[in-house]
């Protein structure tokens, strides 16, 4: 499926190599020579220091191989008609100094025909033959966050290798020396955007390894670069927000900030961004109450006001239902965040506890034979579809039986809590007790006794 990355990513990318009458061989005086392959309006960006002789050297090999690649340049208006033409070149001239620019021009090829998957692969093959490329880093640094996919076996090192591209795209760019005729101020609004885009993979690939404190650095340098840009406000707001022990205000702030740039901007996650900071916002205030104001500020400020605090729910009152008030003295402990919150996390960490409550639903955990059971125990958490209290990560056979409904007394290790968009407790190593379990299993036995799977008649064919 073609995923369409958004607009102005086009605009965004800068090419560090190009082609000119300077960078190419005199050999073919007097023909008409490719034109540059610029990308922004004037004149294209010039090499980082240290290139500048590599790409000098560039020399056609025959007149053949010139007139080859001068098909490509002037098949740039049909992206169709260039893709197999630059295929073509490639297998022809496989040892071409001009391969990385062939690939390059596939690559924007497919970016016109809004082909992210071609152009990824497009974009690889221009970082083989030319690892400095800024185009290609460019374009595969901002598509990253886009495509990736934390169910994917070879996640860890898709992020790592997006790491390694943002990291060495902010290497290159402090090298990169200003054309004698592009002005200093669109030179530098070139390099905020690359800077920005760089900064911006490098602080998602710590967000999604939950090293959230080199995600927080690196999203706030994207910022300062890019301070409308959607996306890495709201990395930075989930970067705070999960970090332990949450810094609600920070994160509500940043969320805050991307719901109102996308609404803005009119952009088709801007439902989505809302929803997710109206969730965070209710989780820690207990109500929306100011939570409109706290929009209306951010769509104007990219940093919160001298001050700025979104006040904590009251405790709660007790219910008299032990299991309930139990879970209620650990989530308003939790739910303050700062240094109170880590004190009181620093001592339930590693306990034990023991409740019970009623099955929301059952899911397989990550590793073989584990399960991963969520539980209601307090009545808000019962009245909501998909809302639960607790998860229990246990690998007690059983567990596949449990159902939405049943009761369910256990016990397991504090490991771990997020607190938005409600708060969750997770118990590790988690007993759930033998006869729930057992009456699971049973129930599930009769209901299929109850409900045989009806054998499909065979049927025969002649013969």
């Given at each position: 499926?073609k995923?369409?990355?958004?607009?102005?990513v086009?605009s965004?990318?800068a090419c560090?190599l190009?082609l000119?009458?300077?960078q190419s061989?005199?050999?073919?005086?007097?023909s008409?020579q490719?034109?540059?392959l610029?990308?922004?309006?004037g004149a294209?960006?010039?090499?980082?220091a240290g290139q500048?002789a590599a790409a000098k050297?560039?020399t056609?090999?025959?007149r053949?191989?010139?007139?080859a690649?001068n098909?490509?340049?002037?098949?740039?208006?049909?992206p169709?008609q260039l893709i197999?033409?630059?295929?073509?070149?490639?297998?022809?001239y496989?040892?071409?100094d001009?391969?990385?620019?062939?690939?390059?021009?596939k690559?924007?090829?497919?970016?016109?025909?809004?082909d992210?998957a071609n152009?990824i692969?497009a974009?690889?093959?221009?970082?083989?033959?030319?690892?400095?490329?800024l185009?290609?880093l460019n374009?595969?640094s901002?598509?990253?966050?886009?495509i990736?996919?934390?169910?994917?076996?070879n996640?860890?090192?898709a992020?790592?290798q997006?790491?390694e591209n943002?990291k060495?795209?902010?290497?290159?760019?402090?090298k990169?020396?200003?054309?004698a005729t592009l002005?200093q101020?669109?030179?530098d609004a070139?390099v905020?955007?690359?800077?920005?885009?760089?900064?911006?993979?490098v602080?998602?690939?710590?967000?999604?390894?939950?090293?959230?404190?080199?995600?927080?650095?690196s999203l706030?340098?994207?910022?300062?670069d890019?301070?409308?840009?959607?996306?890495?406000?709201?990395?930075?707001?989930?970067?705070?927000l999960y970090?332990?022990?949450p810094?609600?205000?920070n994160?509500?702030?940043?969320l805050a900030?991307?719901?109102?740039?996308?609404?803005a901007?009119?952009?088709?996650?801007t439902?989505a961004?809302?929803?997710?900071f109206?969730?965070v916002?209710e989780?820690?205030?207990?109500s929306?109450?100011?939570e409109?104001?706290?929009?209306?500020?951010a769509?104007t400020?990219?940093a919160?006001p001298?001050g700025?605090?979104?006040?904590?729910p009251?405790?709660?009152?007790p219910?008299?239902?032990?299991s309930?008030?139990?879970?209620?003295q650990?989530?308003?402990?939790l739910?303050?965040?700062?240094?109170?919150?880590?004190?009181?996390w620093?001592?339930?960490?590693?306990?034990?506890l023991g409740?019970?409550?009623?099955v929301d639903?059952?899911?397989?955990?990550?590793?073989?034979s584990t399960?991963?059971?969520?539980?209601d125990?307090?009545?808000?958490?019962k009245a909501k579809?998909?809302?639960?209290?607790?998860?229990?990560?246990?690998t007690q056979p059983g567990?596949?039986y449990?159902?939405?409904?049943?009761?369910?007394?256990?016990?397991?290790?504090?490991?771990?809590?997020?607190?938005?968009p409600?708060f969750?407790?997770t118990l590790?190593?988690?007993?759930i007790n033998?006869?729930?379990?057992?009456?699971?299993e049973?129930?599930?036995?009769?209901?299929?006794a109850a409900?045989?799977?009806?054998?499909r008649p065979?049927h025969?064919?002649a013969?």
């Amino acid at each position: 499926m073609k995923r369409k990355f958004p607009l102005f990513v086009l605009s965004l990318a800068a090419c560090a190599l190009y082609l000119s009458s300077a960078q190419s061989t005199t050999l073919f005086a007097g023909s008409r020579q490719p034109r540059p392959l610029a990308l922004i309006a004037g004149a294209p960006m010039a090499a980082p220091a240290g290139q500048a002789a590599a790409a000098k050297a560039k020399t056609w090999k025959s007149r053949d191989e010139y007139d080859a690649f001068n098909k490509i340049v002037q098949s740039e208006s049909n992206p169709t008609q260039l893709i197999p033409i630059a295929d073509a070149f490639i297998q022809k001239y496989p040892t071409s100094d001009f391969k990385d620019q062939a690939y390059l021009l596939k690559l924007q090829a497919y970016q016109k025909m809004n082909d992210s998957a071609n152009a990824i692969a497009a974009a690889n093959d221009v970082l083989k033959a030319d690892p400095d490329n800024l185009y290609a880093l460019n374009y595969l640094s901002f598509a990253f966050p886009f495509i990736y996919k934390a169910d994917e076996p070879n996640k860890d090192a898709a992020l790592t290798q997006a790491t390694e591209n943002g990291k060495h795209g902010l290497d290159l760019l402090q090298k990169l020396q200003k054309p004698a005729t592009l002005p200093q101020d669109k030179f530098d609004a070139q390099v905020k955007q690359l800077r920005g885009n760089f900064n911006r993979v490098v602080g998602f690939a710590a967000l999604q390894r939950k090293d959230y404190a080199t995600a927080i650095t690196s999203l706030k340098a994207a910022i300062e670069d890019q301070p409308n840009d959607t996306y890495s406000f709201s990395f930075l707001g989930q970067a705070y927000l999960y970090s332990t022990p949450p810094d609600f205000d920070n994160a509500i702030w940043n969320l805050a900030r991307s719901a109102a740039l996308a609404k803005a901007a009119n952009q088709a996650n801007t439902d989505a961004l809302t929803k997710f900071f109206n969730q965070v916002y209710e989780s820690r205030h207990g109500s929306n109450a100011g939570e409109q104001d706290v929009l209306n500020q951010a769509a104007t400020s990219v940093a919160p006001p001298a001050g700025f605090k979104v006040a904590p729910p009251q405790k709660h009152a007790p219910t008299g239902n032990a299991s309930v008030d139990g879970f209620y003295q650990i989530e308003d402990a939790l739910v303050v965040g700062g240094d109170a919150a880590q004190k009181a996390w620093d001592s339930l960490k590693g306990q034990p506890l023991g409740l019970n409550g009623v099955v929301d639903s059952v899911q397989p955990g990550t590793d073989p034979s584990t399960y991963l059971v969520h539980v209601d125990i307090t009545d808000e958490a019962k009245a909501k579809d998909g809302v639960y209290d607790l998860e229990l990560q246990t690998t007690q056979p059983g567990a596949k039986y449990l159902s939405k409904g049943d009761g369910v007394r256990f016990q397991g290790t504090i490991s771990a809590y997020t607190v938005a968009p409600s708060f969750v407790l997770t118990l590790a190593d988690a007993k759930i007790n033998d006869d729930d379990l057992k009456a699971a299993e049973d129930n599930a036995k009769s209901k299929k006794a109850a409900h045989p799977t009806r054998k499909r008649p065979t049927h025969h064919t002649a013969q």
